[in-house]
């Protein structure tokens, strides 16, 4: 098994802090994307899609969206569970991912892709076609982004954790979204007093590190 991986990159980000919440320990190789190696040839050939997290498994079969990959851990090895124990639970913790992707990851990434001279003409992530940036895009994205932070700001004040009372794969999302903000000048310390202080107390967990 090899889990083709990018230190600085969200989503990839979410698969080791989930591995790190698990123990499990997996060979990885680093894939630059800002150099453009995950749309050279040499890894095009691993996954046609030039994104990353990808992970190969022994029999060649690849896994390429971060939390699938979560998912097939986490059938693996079910603990610590991550994805939920209950019918209510796990429909939280799906309601709550699926909500810091399409409110949260996706607003920043637009606000930061469509902004940054690295990304011209790569708006979108991968291998597709030449994705021109859109100036009002990366405003508009800026501006749900912060509406997504106020709204996470009301949560952890009502709930200890995203989904509820114990840590879950919510929390990895969120956290590696919160720092994602940071990349466009979102700072939770700048009037989300608890969504601060919560960041604070996931930084304190190692897998975060991770
Ligand atoms: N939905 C996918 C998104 C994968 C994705 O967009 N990964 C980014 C890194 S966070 C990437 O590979 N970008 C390649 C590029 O910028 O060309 C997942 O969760 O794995």
Same mark, same amino acid.
């Given at each position: 098994?090899?889990?083709?991986?990018?230190?600085?990159?969200?989503?990839?980000?979410?698969?080791?802090?989930?591995?790190?919440?698990?123990?499990?320990?997996?060979?990885?190789?680093?894939?630059?994307?800002?150099?453009?190696? @995950?749309?050279?040839?040499?890894?095009?050939a691993v996954n046609p #899609?030039?994104?990353?997290? /990808? %992970?190969?498994?022994?029999?060649? /079969?690849?896994?390429?969206?971060?939390?699938?990959?979560c998912r097939y851990f986490?059938?693996?090895? =079910?603990?610590? @569970?991550?994805?939920?124990?209950?019918?209510?639970?796990?429909?939280?913790?799906?309601?709550?991912? #699926? *909500?810091?992707?399409?409110?949260?990851?996706?607003?920043?990434?637009?606000?930061?892709? @469509?902004? *940054?001279?690295?990304?011209?003409? #790569?708006?979108? =992530?991968?291998?597709?076609?030449? /994705?021109?940036?859109? =100036?009002?895009?990366?405003? #508009?994205?800026?501006? %749900?982004?912060?509406?997504?932070?106020?709204?996470?700001?009301?949560?952890?004040?009502?709930?200890?954790?995203?989904?509820?009372?114990?840590?879950t794969v919510a929390d990895?999302?969120?956290?590696?979204?919160?720092?994602?903000? *940071?990349?466009?000048?979102?700072?939770?310390?700048?009037?989300?007093?608890? %969504?601060?202080?919560?960041?604070?107390?996931?930084?304190? *967990?190692?897998?975060?590190?991770?």
């Amino acid at each position: 098994m090899k889990l083709y991986d990018m230190a600085l990159a969200p989503n990839p980000r979410r698969v080791r802090i989930f591995l790190a919440e698990k123990g499990i320990e997996v060979p990885r190789v680093e894939v630059d994307i800002q150099k453009g190696e @995950n749309l050279a040839p040499a890894y095009l050939a691993v996954n046609p #899609r030039g994104v990353v997290p /990808t %992970l190969v498994l022994d029999d060649g /079969t690849i896994l390429d969206e971060s939390i699938a990959i979560c998912r097939y851990f986490e059938a693996l090895q =079910p603990e610590p @569970n991550l994805f939920g124990r209950d019918a209510l639970e796990i429909a939280r913790i799906e309601a709550w991912q #699926r *909500r810091i992707e399409f409110e949260g990851l996706f607003n920043i990434a637009a606000a930061f892709r @469509n902004s *940054r001279p690295a990304f011209a003409n #790569r708006a979108a =992530p991968g291998a597709g076609p030449p /994705t021109p940036q859109i =100036p009002e895009l990366a405003e #508009r994205g800026l501006l %749900l982004a912060r509406g997504f932070l106020d709204m996470l700001e009301a949560r952890l004040a009502a709930s200890p954790f995203v989904a509820g009372e114990r840590y879950t794969v919510a929390d990895i999302s969120a956290i590696v979204c919160l720092d994602f903000a *940071r990349w466009v000048g979102l700072k939770a310390e700048d009037g989300h007093p608890t %969504l601060a202080a919560w960041q604070q107390a996931m930084k304190a *967990r190692p897998s975060t590190a991770a």
